[in-house]
Nanobody, 123 residues
Framework: QVQLVESGGGLVQAGGSLRLSCAAS????????MGWFRQAPGKEREFVAA????????YYEDSVKGRFTISRDNAKNTVFLQMNIVKPEDTAVYYC????????????????WGQGTQVTVSS
């Protein structure tokens, strides 16, 4: 049974930091690229960042470049999103997802999804 379980969300002040984690099981993690998406109320789910299966290549949405860092630990089947200098507009539910291709920014391309973790940034 495939599972992606996000954690680490919460309430943070603007300018602060937060680290999201996503633990994967039920599939061969090291063969999949991993992505983070987010969805704010009333908006479509949008791409945030992706990392390839070798842990060496990353890709970011423009608004988070220089602030967010995606990484993964294939030995622990976990992907991370380090969020620094957060802004109120980063408020959303954050989802991790798995895809066989990299980089993929289209949500529909991803094979597996987590349930999401809420991130709220106060001004």
């Amino acid at each position: 049974q495939v599972q992606l379980v996000e954690s680490g969300g919460g309430l943070v002040q603007a300018g602060g930091s937060l680290r999201l984690s996503c633990a994967a099981s039920g599939f061969t993690f090291r063969r999949y690229a991993m992505g983070w998406f987010r969805q704010a109320p009333g908006k479509e789910r949008e791409f945030v960042a992706a990392i390839d299966w070798t842990e060496s290549r990353t890709y970011y949405e423009d608004s988070v470049k220089g602030r967010f860092t995606i990484s993964r630990d294939n030995a622990k089947n976990t992907v991370f999103l380090q969020m620094n200098i957060v802004k109120p507009e980063d408020t959303a539910v954050y989802y991790c997802a798995a895809d066989l291709q990299f980089p993929t920014v289209v949500a529909g391309s991803y094979d597996y999804w987590g349930q999401g973790t809420q991130v709220t940034v106060s001004s």
